[in-house]
């Protein structure tokens, strides 16, 4: 799921798309073929601004299922 805004009406809208895409998707609302990709804060808040990646705690690590 990614963010874009229209460069032609300004609206905001969200998209799933391939990661692999190069190509941004029509404006639902003007159908403008100027989209552009922007960071959408879910982005932000899951990073935390911490750096890196945490690991859970209590839940058994990578591939580990916690559980004895």
């Given at each position: 799921?990614?963010?874009?805004?229209?460069?032609?009406?300004?609206?905001?809208?969200?998209?799933?798309?391939?990661?692999?895409?190069?190509?941004?998707?029509p404006?639902?609302?003007?159908?403008?073929?100027?989209?552009?990709?922007?960071?959408?804060?879910?982005?932000?808040?899951?990073?935390?601004?911490?750096?890196?990646?945490?690991?859970?705690?209590?839940?058994?690590?990578?591939?580990?299922?916690?559980?004895?």
């Open positions: 799921m990614y963010e874009y805004r229209c460069r032609q009406c300004n609206l905001v809208f969200e998209e799933l798309v391939s990661s692999a895409s190069l190509n941004t998707p404006c639902p609302k003007c159908k403008g073929d100027q989209t552009e990709k922007i960071l959408s804060s879910f982005s932000g808040i899951v990073s935390g601004g911490s750096g890196g990646a945490q690991p859970m705690q209590g839940h058994g690590g990578c591939g580990g299922s916690g559980f004895s």
